[in-house]
């Protein structure tokens, strides 16, 4: 069994900065890609920013330049660094993750639990 764990969320006030993490943990074979999807109160879940395991990133244009994404393979953590922060980044921020498991050949993606991010003064 595979899980995302995320950590990190909280009230920040407008400007601010906040650091998400998340670690799969599991039978893990591999992981692919990793991201950060947001949803805010009434709207779809949006992609936030993504990672490849090349560390190759892309970013939704509303995060670009205040977000950055990164991963660190040995330990199958993806943070997101979150810094001047807008009311309008307020959302559950979820954790993915596309991995293969030890316990056969297919690629899943999963999702973690979603950590609340608050941007209010």
């Known amino acids: 069994q595979v899980q995302l764990v995320e950590s990190g969320g909280g009230l920040v006030q407008p400007g601010g900065s906040l650091r998400l993490s998340c670690t799969a943990s599991?039978?893990?074979?591999?992981?692919?890609?990793m991201g950060w999807y947001r949803q805010a109160p009434g709207k779809e879940r949006e992609l936030v920013a993504g990672?490849?395991?090349?560390?190759?990133?892309n970013y939704a244009d509303s995060v670009k330049g205040r977000f950055t994404i990164s991963r660190d393979n040995a330990n199958d953590t993806v943070y997101l660094q979150m810094n001047s922060l807008k009311p309008e980044d307020t959302a559950v921020y979820y954790c993915n993750a596309v991995i293969r498991s030890s316990r056969g050949p297919m690629w899943n993606n999963y999702w973690g639990q979603g950590t609340q991010v608050t941007v209010s003064s």
């Open positions: 990672i490849t395991r090349a560390v190759s990133t």
């Open positions: 599991g039978s893990i074979f591999s992981i692919n890609s």
